[in-house]
């Protein structure tokens, strides 16, 4: 069974920092590293990429986010994280971790969990 929990969301003052941390469990996971990341999605619009990094550790990320926010992730635990610093009342969202291999056509997506930043 493939499952990916998210925790570490909550509510922040604007310039505060998070810290989000995703668990993969599932035996696909063990015998094929997958690219992750994170997207959100606020109200009224699409859910979109924040941050994402590949198996080797590359990383890609949303120009809005870029210079605040970093992820990081370990292989040997299948679990990734995202460390959210200055942030800003537009980056409140359910933040939602994403798993997937497009070769395999393998995509696989966390429950969500919401970030708020306050003024």
């Known amino acids: 069974q493939v499952q990916l929990v998210e925790s570490g969301g909550g509510l922040v003052q604007a310039g505060g920092s998070l810290r989000l941390s995703c668990a993969a469990s599932?035996?696909?996971?063990?015998?094929?590293?997958?690219?992750m990341g994170w997207y959100r999605q606020s109200p009224g619009k699409q859910r979109e990429l924040v941050a994402a990094?590949?198996?080797?550790?590359?990383?890609n990320y949303a120009d809005s986010v870029k210079g605040r926010f970093t992820i990081s992730r370990d292989n040997a635990k299948n679990t990734v994280s995202l460390q959210m610093n200055s942030l800003k009342v537009e980056d409140t969202a359910v933040y939602y971790c994403?798993?997937?291999?497009?070769?395999?056509?393998?995509?696989?997506w966390g429950q969500g969990t919401q970030v708020t930043v306050s003024s």
């Open positions: 994403n798993a997937g291999d497009s070769r395999l056509h393998l995509n696989f």
């Open positions: 599932g035996i696909i996971f063990r015998i094929n590293p997958m690219g």
């Open positions: 990094i590949t198996s080797g550790g590359s990383t």
